[in-house]
C-alpha cells in the first residue's frame, strides 16, 4: 500500500565511499523529485524528472547523479561521499500534467557520512 | 527569483489557543500548499490552494490563500498537542515546475 518508498531508511557510511539510494512510487505520477533537507529543516530541490526525462537539475555537485529507468523509479547515487553531504534525503512524486501537481512524499533516507 | 517566507519561524502556545502562520511570496502564482512534518518523520501535505480567494479546512485547521496580496495564512483553532509539528508552505512556480519553500514553522503546543 506504501505510495512512495524509498530504501534505505538509514544510511551510515565513510568519507570517499559511493551509495545510492532507491525511490518508487506506485501512485501513477509522471513526475518524480529528490530533496535535501538539511539538520536546519531548510528543504532543497535537487533534481526532478517527468516522464524519465530530467525537467529540474538544480546546482548541486556532479558527484550526484539520478536516474530514472522508469516512470515509477528514481534513485540517486552519490560518489565520493562527504560530510556535507550528511542531511535527509526525501523522494517525492506528483502528478504534473493533472495541474494540481500535490507532491507526495517518501518516508526519507538519513545519510550519514563519517 | 520567487522567496518564500514563512513567520513565524517558532512558536510555542497553549492548549486552547488561537494562532496563525503566515507565508508571503515574492512574485506571481496561484498554487501554495501546506505540509506538516513531525519529528524524524516525513512530509505530509495538509492543503492544496489553487486559485485567490481558496479557503481550506480539516479540523482545527484553516488555510486561504490570497493570490493579490501573495499571501496564505494557516490558523490553527483551540490548538491541541497533538498539533505541534513544523509546517511548511510551498508555491509552485509554472516556469520550472518547482515548489519554493518556506523555511517551515516549529509549532510547539504545551498542555
Known amino acids: 500500500d506504501t505510495a512512495v518508498s524509498q530504501t534505505p531508511k538509514y544510511l551510515v557510511t565513510q568519507m570517499g565511499n559511493d551509495k545510492s539510494i532507491k525511490c518508487e512510487q506506485n501512485?501513477?505520477?509522471?513526475?518524480m523529485y529528490w530533496y535535501k533537507q538539511d539538520s536546519k529543516k531548510f528543504l532543497k530541490i535537487m533534481f526532478s524528472?517527468?516522464?524519465?526525462?530530467?525537467?529540474i537539475n538544480e546546482t548541486v555537485p556532479n558527484r550526484f547523479s539520478p536516474k530514472s529507468p522508469d516512470k515509477a523509479h528514481l534513485n540517486l547515487h552519490i560518489n565520493s561521499l562527504e560530510l556535507g553531504d550528511s542531511a535527509v534525503y526525501f523522494c517525492?512524486?506528483?502528478?504534473?500534467?493533472?495541474?494540481?501537481?500535490?507532491?507526495?512524499f517518501g518516508p526519507g533516507t538519513r545519510l550519514t557520512v563519517l | 527569483e520567487l522567496k518564500v517566507e514563512q513567520n513565524p519561524l517558532f512558536l510555542s502556545m497553549q492548549e486552547g489557543k488561537n494562532y496563525t502562520i503566515y507565508c508571503n511570496y515574492s512574485?506571481?502564482?496561484?498554487?501554495l500548499y501546506w505540509y506538516r512534518q513531525d519529528p524524524g518523520k516525513s512530509l505530509e501535505s495538509l492543503f492544496v490552494?489553487?486559485?485567490n480567494g481558496a479557503v481550506k479546512q480539516e479540523g482545527r485547521l484553516m488555510a486561504s490563500l490570497d493570490t493579490k496580496a501573495r499571501l496564505s495564512t494557516l490558523h490553527i483553532t483551540a490548538a491541541v498537542h497533538d498539533l505541534s509539528a513544523t509546517y511548511f508552505c510551498?508555491?509552485?512556480?509554472?516556469?520550472?515546475?518547482?515548489?519554493?519553500w518556506g523555511a517551515g514553522t516549529k509549532l510547539i503546543i504545551k498542555p
Open positions: 517525492a512524486s506528483s502528478w504534473l500534467a493533472g495541474g494540481k501537481n500535490e507532491q507526495f
Open positions: 501512485l501513477g505520477h509522471d513526475t
Open positions: 524528472y517527468n516522464n524519465k526525462e530530467l525537467i
Open positions: 512574485t506571481t502564482s496561484d498554487r
Open positions: 490552494l489553487l486559485s
Open positions: 510551498a508555491v509552485f512556480m509554472d516556469s520550472n515546475y518547482q515548489l519554493i
